[in-house]
């Protein structure tokens, strides 16, 4: 069993941290994970992108090019990444960034107005954490405690402040 | 009956591979002398890259490294970064140290590396057979300047005292020769203060020495001991550069 | 206890291990994608009683490295491609001067300046012409995060063994990527360099290292020598990993990035009633001569997968003495194959076979 995700934005919303959090949490829960970036010129002030595997055996190859999941956050990733996603894959939209509505019926979309929740919620810039939250709720693919553990080991002692607003962003998104 | 004179211990007995009246020999010399006074032979590396000196492994007693062709202040970074404690020196030619090994040896400078550098300059590719140097002199006439070095053409010579005495983490920079014995106790006195400066840990030190090249300047020694004097000190003045312990030595 | 599994790049954790190797000395220069390696080294080696240092090129942070291993410390450089080939001259420096120390090339795509994305062309670069004369560097080529440290581990080991330089052939995917790594806990006693030019301190005659040998009997001598040594390596330090080749008709073939990708693909020919197998060569020179020929008696065909127009594919005809057909599979410009590629064409040698 192995899964795949995509999380795709704007360099600066955070998405390679949000793919370095699940899989860490993967990793936390004996599993075997992989995560690469997308590098480059590109990633300052374009778009940027990284692809976690999750998986119960070694990982074959860390790119994805059909993903389970996609998370996405901003236009020209929806229409780079939309048709890529394998069929009964689900796809969670920040809709905040995104207007385009997916025609696709072999897939789940979610539309979470995640940048506005985030910034409503005291949580400004976090909305990649707050997708992460509805990821988890809608598809499992690791535990939540397991997040928790995660964001302890990631992020350092001096910055724990940062921890329960984390956790506070990823409640949000579970609660959607 | 006391001896007044002799090889220095750091100096290996064995005959140059020099031509006549090159003053490479001298140089050595000189080196290994202050080697000897200062009791560092087991605490220093020296290395010599490509020129007329790369073979000069042969002629210390002291551990050497050959290095490629102007790299010798990269080696000596590696050795010195290593081995703090220890003395490092390197020997380079003109064409090794202000044309190919350009960056090298500036970067050392800039970084304040704490080696001491030897820089022979006789304004010729010696080993090769007498090409232009970035060092040859306007109108020399060398193998690659058989009408004489158009600077129009081929560009100025480069002055590295002067240079590097711009770049701040340089502690000594200075220009002797080895003309005379005058000048050559000058050299002396040069040299081991850029080893001194390197035992007090002070920072980069070069000493470049004007030289001859009988053999490819087509002189006899005496000659180019003239034309050292008369054509070359000329364009490159002798000198102090840079010496950042002028000031507290004439304090002495 | 078992050691802890940390999530790092394949850059960091080559550093990470690397230090732990008891690397006193890193020289580099900053060339993407392998960047993180000389971050990773400027901020742990001062920690660690180690040297960073930034060079001015890549000519001389190869040239401090000789200095360094000439001194005898473990000393390391890492670039990428064009980088490496600025290196050259260095390389076979340290080479004849018989010194030990680490080569990290993080391969992206060439000639030129070329792409900053994974590839495989420098393979011949590597195994072949690491610069001029007649000599040859230990290459080791990881698949995932945890090669990328074991193997410089290995490397440096190998190194000094034998006192020539190793390199870590590796690519922007994995240098770039993630990957649970468990760091191997590693014997700081290192071995004796009594060739080393570190001050003889009036105990020993001098050292001398050199590679000027103006005699032409004096430099055969050297050369001869040298090539006596590789071949003891190329007898000892052949390295291969087998999968699912026992049965195989199909042995597909490749290292580093493109091994995984591979590896995905025989899983997948193999539930469409293919079968495939595949040999990953973990050290690159000297090429597993010994496990190529393994598969002879066996495999119908061999298909060769790179990211390159072709270069590993010459050495693999070399070790089945072209007794087996081999075909070949290739991306390049950054691209990686996906696994359906692969498969695809599986197929078609599958189809050709019956």
Redesign the interface.
């Known amino acids: 069993m192995t899964d795949s995700i995509i999380f795709a934005g704007f360099g600066g919303q955070g998405l390679l941290f949000a793919g370095k959090l699940i899989a860490y949490g993967g990793m936390i829960e004996g599993k075997e994970v992989s995560w690469i970036p997308s590098y480059g010129p590109e990633m300052r002030g374009g778009t940027a992108n990284c692809s976690v595997r999750i998986s119960d055996m070694p990982v074959s190859s860390p790119v994805v090019s059909n993903p389970d999941y996609l998370i996405v956050m901003n236009s020209p990733s929806y229409t780079k990444f939309i048709n890529s996603v394998r069929p009964g894959g689900k796809v969670f939209i920040d809709s905040s960034m995104i207007d385009e509505k997916c025609s696709r019926t072999d897939i789940d979309c979610f539309y979470i107005p995640a940048t506005e929740l985030a910034h409503d919620n005291g949580v400004d810039g976090m909305a990649n954490i707050v997708l992460c939250g509805k990821l988890l709720r809608e598809t499992g693919v690791i535990k939540t405690e397991s997040v928790e553990n995660a964001l302890n080991k990631i992020i350092p002692e001096s910055r724990k402040a940062l921890i329960e607003s984390n956790l506070k962003a990823i409640q949000i998104g579970m609660d959607i | 009956m006391s001896v007044v004179f002799r090889k220095p211990d750091s100096m290996a007995d064995v005959n140059t591979h020099y031509c006549p009246g090159c003053t490479h020999g001298i140089v050595h010399r000189l080196i290994c002398e202050i080697i000897d006074e200062m009791g560092i032979?087991?605490?220093?590396?020296g290395?010599c890259p490509v020129g007329c000196s790369?073979?000069a492994?042969?002629y210390?007693?002291?551990?050497?490294?050959?290095?490629?062709h102007g790299?010798a202040p990269?080696?000596?970074?590696?050795?010195?970064?290593?081995?703090p404690d220890?003395f490092v020196f390197t020997y380079q030619g003109d064409g090794d140290l202000a044309a190919i090994g350009t960056?090298?040896t500036i970067?050392a400078a800039a970084?304040g590396e704490n080696i001491t550098i030897i820089f022979i300059n006789n304004t010729t590719y010696g080993m090769t057979g007498g090409q232009m140097a970035p060092t040859t002199l306007p109108g020399q006439v060398t193998q690659t300047t058989p009408y004489g070095r158009d600077v129009e053409k081929a560009g100025y010579p480069v002055k590295m005292c002067e240079i590097l005495s711009q770049v701040d983490g340089t502690a000594l920079a200075q220009r002797v020769s080895v003309d005379s014995p005058k000048e050559v106790q000058n050299a002396k006195k040069a040299i081991r203060k850029a080893f001194q400066i390197q035992r007090d840990r002070k920072g980069f030190s070069i000493v470049e020495v004007l030289s001859t090249c009988p053999t490819n300047w087509g002189m006899s020694p005496v000659e180019s001991l003239e034309r050292l004097r008369q054509e070359c000190i000329p364009y490159f003045p002798l000198g102090v550069y840079k010496d950042i312990t002028a000031k507290e030595n004439s304090n002495d | 206890m078992t050691a802890e599994r940390v999530l790092m790049k394949g850059n960091e954790a080559l550093a990470e291990a690397a230090i732990r190797a008891g690397c006193?000395?890193y020289?580099g220069y900053p060339i993407t994608p392998q960047t993180e390696i000389a971050a990773f080294m400027a901020k742990n080696m001062p920690k660690r009683g180690g040297?960073f240092?930034q060079?001015?090129?890549e000519?001389?942070?190869i040239?401090?490295?000789?200095?360094?291993?000439?001194?005898?410390?473990r000393?390391m450089t890492s670039s990428s491609s064009p980088g490496i080939s600025l290196k050259s001259?260095?390389i076979s420096?340290i080479a004849a001067s018989d010194l030990p120390c680490v080569i990290i090339n993080v391969q992206r795509g060439g000639p030129g300046l070329g792409g900053i994305q994974p590839a495989q062309a420098d393979y011949w670069q590597a195994v072949k012409s690491g610069g001029h004369g007649d000599f040859h560097i230990l290459v080791f080529a990881p698949n995932s995060v945890q090669e990328m440290a074991d193997m410089v581990v290995k490397a440096f080991e190998k190194a000094d063994q034998y006192r020539i330089p190793a390199m870590i052939l590796s690519d922007g995917m994995l240098g770039q990527m993630m990957e649970p790594v468990v760091f191997p806990e590693i014997s700081d006693k290192m071995p004796e360099k009594p060739w080393a030019?570190?001050?003889?301190?009036?105990?020993r005659k001098?050292?001398?290292?050199?590679?000027?040998f103006l005699q032409p009997d004096e430099l055969e001598a050297s050369v001869s020598a040298r090539s006596k040594k590789y071949e003891t390596i190329v007898e000892n330090e052949q390295d291969a990993e087998f999968y699912l080749t026992d049965d195989a008709d199909i042995v597909v073939t490749a290292y580093g990035a493109v091994s995984r990708i591979c590896r995905e693909a025989v899983d997948e020919a193999r539930k469409n009633g293919i079968k495939a197998g595949l040999l990953r060569p973990k050290v690159l020179w000297p090429f597993p001569v010994k496990d190529y020929q393994k598969i002879v008696p066996t495999a119908k065909s061999i298909l060769c997968a790179e990211l390159s127009t072709g270069q590993m594919i010459d050495d693999v005809k070399l070790a089945v003495n072209c007794s087996v057909p081999v075909e070949f599979y290739g991306r390049t410009g950054g691209n990686l194959p996906s696994a359906d590629e692969i498969i695809k064409k599986l197929a078609e040698i599958n189809d050709s076979l019956s």
């Open positions: 032979e087991g605490d220093t590396i290395i790369v073979m492994y042969d210390f007693n002291c551990d050497m490294i050959e290095a490629p790299r990269a080696v000596a970074t590696g050795v010195k970064r290593s081995l220890k960056a090298e970067h970084r | 006193k000395c020289f040297t240092l060079a001015e090129s000519i001389a942070a040239n401090m490295v000789l200095g360094a291993a000439s001194a005898g410390v000393a001259e260095g420096y030019t570190n001050g003889h301190g009036n105990k001098h050292n001398i290292i050199n590679t000027l």
